[in-house]
């Protein structure tokens, strides 16, 4: 079983800040690439960014200069720093972990943390 926890979602007002945590737990063999996504009510889930073993990042282009993502291999944790939060990144935020399990690999999700931005 492999269990991923996010953390750190709530409410904050236009123009705040949140850091969302992310631990991945349970008999992982591998980690590789790590990553956030988000879906906002009655809206498809997009890719927010994502970082590899080796600390490369991709952002989607609503976030490049807003978002910082990064991640400890070392305690198998991915971090989600945002800034200058807008209404539209309202959402439930997911992170996600391709991971080397049980003698398979597979992209492990977890639950969702909502992140709600408003005045």
């Known amino acids: 079983q492999v269990q991923l926890a996010e953390f750190g979602g709530g409410l904050v007002q236009p123009g705040g800040s949140l850091r969302l945590s992310c631990v991945a737990s349970?008999?992982?063999?591998?980690?590789?690439?790590m990553g956030w996504s988000r879906q906002a009510l009655g809206k498809e889930r997009e890719l927010v960014a994502t970082?590899?073993?080796?600390?490369?990042?991709n952002y989607a282009d609503s976030v490049k200069g807003r978002f910082t993502i990064s991640r400890d291999n070392a305690k198998n944790t991915v971090y989600l720093q945002m800034n200058s939060l807008k209404p539209e990144d309202t959402g439930v935020y997911y992170c996600?972990?391709?991971?080397?399990?049980?003698?398979?690999?597979?992209?492990?999700w977890g639950q969702g943390t909502q992140v709600t931005v408003s005045s």
């Open positions: 996600n972990a391709d991971v080397v399990a049980q003698g398979s690999d597979f992209t492990a």
């Open positions: 349970g008999s992982i063999v591998s980690i590789y690439a």
């Open positions: 970082v590899t073993t080796g600390g490369s990042t």
